[in-house]
T-cell receptor, first 113, second 116 residues
Framework: NAGVTQTPKFQVLKTGQSMTLQCAQDMNHEYMSWYRQDPGMGLRLIHYSVGAGITDQGEVPNGYNVSRSTTEDFPLRLLSAAPSQTSVYFC????????????FGPGTRLTVT | AQKITQTQPGMFVQEKEAVTLDCTYDTSDPSYGLFWYKQPSSGEMIFLIYQGSYDQQNATEGRYSLNFQKARKSANLVISASQLGDSAMYFCAMREGQVNAGKSTFGDGTTLTVKP
């Protein structure tokens, strides 16, 4: 099992550019989530999904879109990058129900200039 | 209102001693789960320990234990016999509700430095 994979590891964007951060898991997990971590702070939830075709907003969804067409993949789209979106982005996945599992990917460090 | 509060931005501990990292939480949901994660300087998030709101006993995982005081809404992490490799950022997090849906709220973390 590769676990939770994220690509790219690093990315630099100019203000106004768009891009997609990729996240994939091979553990057949029900839920997947995207978090961002700003310097010196904890993780904040952007969007999450409890299954293919089902997504919902987290605490800080503005400026981001997600979709979940398969169980394995949960891409995060930045529509028009802003310097305020400079952050480290973590994808996580886990089994639903009464499980407490949450596996994190290695993160993508995004800089918007 | 802050749902997870970690009041210690930084902590120091001598190698081989025990250390307690504080976490208080706020929720009106009777069903919730509390987590601790370690984030070393390399950046990955490492799961350490979990405590469910209905668990009768405090959770333990090797050198980690969670001091769960439900009435006080606190979930402190105790690391026994600290090692140099324990130097890292530590995050407390909470999941509300019975179903695990990937919606966790994190505190701002505590940076632990273990001195030789």
């Amino acid at each position: 099992n590769a676990g939770v994979t994220q690509t790219p590891k690093f990315q630099v964007l100019k203000t106004g550019q768009s891009m997609t951060l990729q996240c994939a898991q091979d553990m057949n997990h029900e839920y997947m989530s995207w978090y961002r971590q700003d310097p010196g702070m904890g993780l904040r939830l952007i969007h999450y999904s409890v299954g293919a075709g089902i997504t919902d907003q987290g605490e800080v969804p503005n400026g981001y879109n997600v979709s979940r067409s398969t169980t394995e993949d949960f891409p995060l789209r930045l529509l028009s990058a802003a310097p305020s979106q400079t952050s480290v982005y973590f994808c996580a996945s886990g089994r639903g129900g009464s499980s407490h599992e949450q596996y994190f990917g290695p993160g993508t460090r995004l800089t918007v200039t | 209102a802050q749902k997870i509060t970690q009041t210690q931005p930084g902590m120091f501990v001598q190698e081989k001693e025990a250390v307690t990292l504080d976490c208080t939480y706020d929720t009106s949901d009777p069903s919730y789960g509390l987590f601790w994660y370690k984030q070393p300087s390399s950046g990955e998030m490492i799961f350490l320990i979990y405590q469910g709101s209905y668990d009768q006993q405090n959770a333990t995982e090797g050198r980690y234990s969670l001091n769960f005081q439900k009435a006080r809404k606190s979930a402190n992490l105790v690391i026994s016999a600290s090692q140099l490799g324990d130097s890292a950022m530590y995050f407390c997090a909470m999941r509300e509700g019975q179903v695990n849906a990937g919606k966790s709220t994190f505190g701002d973390g505590t940076t632990l430095t273990v001195k030789p």
